[in-house]
T-cell receptor
Framework: EAGVAQSPRYKIIEKRQSVAFWCNPI?????LYWYQQILGQGPKLLIQ????????DSQLPKDRFSAERLKGVDSTLKIQPAKLEDSAVYLC?????????????????FGPGTRLTVL | RKEVEQDPGPFNVPEGATVAFNCTYS??????FFWYRQDCRKEPKLLMS???SGNEDGRFTAQLNRASQYISLLIRDSKLSDSATYLC??????????????FGKGTKLSVKP
């Protein structure tokens, strides 16, 4: 079974430039997540989609970050303009939605990530 | 205050040793807990879920103490291949639909020959 695909794998840009990342989740996974992982830290959720709707974007810096999942399948994350502190690995993950209930939780599968360096 | 706190390590242990990682969480909304493993320059992968009754998978045992808001992972008979960063994770659920994961910073384990 194919995993979560992400591209590009690496990106180097200068501050104030724009950059976009692409993610294709596992087939059938309605829930898609974008995480930011800064060196030495755990991943931090940026945005969560259920199909093409946003479930949680409370930690997305909306002045410079945007994300979309127009057809409810693949997704793009954009940074415009980039800052030095945006240097990180951007991880995409996907999962099946749960059937509900406080204890229900489906495993999130992560893609290989895009390593962004902002100079 | 960090929602999930872990000792970053590194833990340097010889092969065959038993090693324990601890983690505390402060978000009472977290309902589910997990340990993820992340190899150097790779993506995180689910190692195991954590239950109050304890969860054992081969050499790995995870435990949750909700009263103390404390999670543990025990690795017995360490192998060289266990060298990785272990991420303590809390999951939240919003009104019945799946929420998101809150990761700790991770504990780095290095198993030496």
């Amino acid at each position: 079974e194919a995993g979560v695909a992400q591209s590009p794998r690496y990106k180097i840009i200068e501050k104030r430039q724009s950059v976009a990342f692409w993610c294709n989740p596992i087939s059938g996974h309605a829930t898609l997540y974008w995480y930011q992982q800064i060196l030495g830290q755990g991943p931090k959720l940026l945005i969560q989609f259920q199909n093409n709707g946003v479930v949680d974007d409370s930690q997305l810096p909306k002045d410079r970050f945007s994300a979309e999942r127009l057809k409810g399948v693949d997704s793009t994350l954009k940074i415009q303009p980039a800052k030095l502190e945006d240097s990180a690995v951007y991880l995409c993950a996907s999962s099946f939605p749960t059937s509900g209930g406080l204890s229900s939780y489906n495993e999130q599968f992560f893609g290989p990530g895009t390593r962004l360096t902002v100079l | 205050r960090k929602e999930v706190e872990q000792d970053p390590g590194p833990f340097n242990v010889p092969e065959g040793a038993t090693v324990a990682f601890n983690c505390t969480y402060s978000n009472s909304a977290s309902q589910s807990f997990f340990w993820y493993r992340q190899d150097c320059r790779k993506e995180p992968k689910l190692l195991m879920s954590v239950y109050s009754s304890g969860n054992e998978d081969g050499r790995f045992t995870a435990q949750l103490n909700r009263a103390s808001q404390y999670i543990s992972l025990l690795i017995r008979d360490s192998k060289l291949s266990d060298s990785a960063t272990y991420l303590c994770v809390g999951g939240t659920n919003y009104g019945g639909s799946q929420g998101n994961l809150i990761f700790g910073k991770g504990t780095k384990l290095s198993v030496k020959p």
